[in-house]
T-cell receptor, first 114, second 112 residues
Framework: DAMVIQNPRYQVTQFGKPVTLSCSQT?????MYWYQQKSSQAPKLLFH???????NEADTPDNFQSRRPNTSFCFLDIRSPGLGDAAMYLC?????????????FGPGTRLTVL | KQEVTQIPAALSVPEGENLVLNCSFT??????LQWFRQDPGKGLTSLLL?????REQTSGRLNASLDKSSGRSTLYIAASQPGDSATYLC???????????FGAGTTVTVRA
């Protein structure tokens, strides 16, 4: 089945130790998104890629970066995780950004920072 | 800026009762509205997508309505089951924008 896959599902890191989260998709969608969701809060968009074009949200901390080496994969890098970065990280895709497009989400990666 | 509100934050009903979940948004210039389900510790599953030109969408026991002019959407779940227990989030996509603005969700518990 075509889908959005995130690895790992659970990630534990130490304060200040860089961590990378992975997302892959078999939908062949042009757009990939990264959202951060803290406990009992709404998901918040960090950035997205339209093909190779990177779009950062204005309030996304510099500590967060992303890479998209090809259509199928997108990575979220957290350079120096702080305790406040503990959250669920959700990857999503859409075919494009036209008004009829739906976003499809992966299962998420729960990040714990010790 | 689009603000999305979901009230109540939590809801508990006995099995078999119909569920009514509310979503309101401040900017009526939207492309579409999506309803998602989120189980504890899991990702988001898309339930229904309503385009701005539509007034409702149905899938099985689920029916979602959209009143763009008043900035409201309602998700109805008929004959609730314990398996419907989850958090339901609505998300709005503003016109000429790419991102979704989410509500914080309504956590539903269906008691057997």
């Amino acid at each position: 089945d075509a889908m959005v896959i995130q690895n790992p599902r659970y990630q534990v890191t130490q304060f200040g130790k860089p961590v990378t989260l992975s997302c892959s998709q078999t939908l062949n969608h042009n757009v990939m998104y990264w959202y951060q969701q803290k406990s009992s809060q709404a998901p918040k968009l960090l950035f997205h890629y339209y093909d190779k074009d990177f779009n950062n949200e204005a309030d996304t901390p510099d500590n967060f970066q992303s890479r998209r080496p090809n259509t199928s994969f997108c990575f979220l890098d957290i350079r120096s995780p702080g305790l406040g970065d503990a959250a669920m990280y959700l990857c999503a895709t859409s075919r494009d950004v036209s008004e009829y497009n739906e976003q499809f989400f992966g299962p998420g990666t729960r990040l714990t920072v010790l | 800026k689009q603000e999305v509100t979901q009230i109540p934050a939590a809801l508990s009903v006995p099995e078999g009762e119909n569920l009514v979940l509310n979503c309101s948004f401040t900017d009526s210039a939207i492309y579409n509205l999506q309803w998602f389900r989120q189980d504890p510790g899991k990702g988001l599953t898309s339930l229904l997508l309503i385009q701005s030109s539509q007034r409702e969408q149905t899938s099985g026991r689920l029916n979602a309505s959209l009143d763009k002019s008043s900035g409201r959407s309602t998700l109805y779940i008929a004959a609730s089951q314990p398996g419907d227990s989850a958090t339901y989030l609505c998300a709005v996509r503003r016109a000429n924008d790419y991102k979704l603005s989410f509500g914080a969700g309504t956590t539903v518990t269906v008691r057997a």
